[in-house]
């Protein structure tokens, strides 16, 4: 299983040492919080500096394979903004941060940011909508799937579950767009166990990418979340993209709870071989 580590975890580290300690540990791959690279304005990152973060992940021996967190900076994004110059801004973030993941390797894109998509009315889910699949028409001309994150109600008001976000993506039909599961959204969202989820979603390939993290958004391996069934159906089922740990409750701290996961994770694919 390959099995990447989300560089915010260990964003406190120089790049190049994340990626480094993310190789020592077991890591395949790195995946990027772009706000992480440019806290102000990640999606006109020079080329300069795209190359020399490619080159450090490379150097490692592990490629940068997706982005996440993608509306954390600039501030103030909306992807159903009724204010027709700030939708063109965020839709111009997004095309911008798609040419930066094809141009740091990566091929997916994971879009959360929960407070950036707060939709209200049909307006606002009709504009949603119509910035997915434009996302969805950017990413496939770059290479790159893009995932929409089911998120709990928790977090924000719209694909709250991998059902809802499935029905956006059949209602949008954009080549490049697709779903994803987070098992913490998902064991605060919905009401099927992870596997049963995975076991339903995965045959109609919809499912792109996995975030690994507990319920309680600390690592895998660090609540009263099992993983081990969620591996068994990954496998059942031959899943062959990338899954991403994405703790945001970092215990004891940033490394340590990168080589616990992993070290946990691992493990259990030990006694499912």
């Given at each position: ?42 999606h ?22 997706s ?63 119509e ?17 929409l ?76 979340d ?48």
């Amino acid at each position: 299983m390959r099995i990447a580590l989300c560089n915010e975890v260990v964003r406190d580290l120089p790049f190049a040492r994340q990626c480094e300690l993310a190789a020592s540990l077991g890591y395949d791959g790195m995946e990027v919080a772009p706000f992480t690279l440019d806290p102000e304005s990640p999606h006109r990152l020079p080329a300069s500096q795209r190359g020399a973060f490619r080159r450090a992940a490379e150097d490692a021996g592990l490629p940068i394979v997706s982005l996440h967190w993608l509306l954390v900076a600039p501030a103030g994004l909306s992807i159903c903004a009724a204010d027709p110059a700030l939708l063109a801004r965020t839709r111009e973030v997004m095309r911008g941060l798609i040419g930066l993941a094809a141009e740091l390797g990566a091929t997916v894109m994971v879009h959360g940011s929960p407070q950036q998509r707060l939709v209200r009315d049909a307006d606002d889910a009709a504009r949603a909508e119509e910035t997915m699949g434009l996302a969805g028409e950017w990413a496939r001309a770059e290479g790159v799937t893009y995932c929409l994150e089911p998120l709990d109600a928790g977090q924000t008001s719209w694909a709250r579950t991998v059902a809802e976000a499935a029905e956006i993506v059949r209602r949008v039909n954009s080549p490049g767009l697709t779903t994803m599961l987070d098992v913490s959204a998902a064991g605060n969202g919905e009401s099927e166990p992870i596997a049963a989820l995975l076991d339903r979603w995965l045959p109609t390939g919809v499912i792109g990418h996995i975030h690994f993290n507990d319920r309680n958004r600390r690592g895998p391996g660090q609540g009263e979340d099992r993983f081990a069934p969620t591996l068994a159906a990954l496998r059942r089922h031959g899943y062959d993209g990338w899954c991403a740990v994405e703790p945001f409750d970092y215990r004891p701290d940033g490394p340590g709870a990168a080589a616990r996961a992993i070290g946990y994770l691992r493990g259990i694919e030990e006694t499912l071989a």
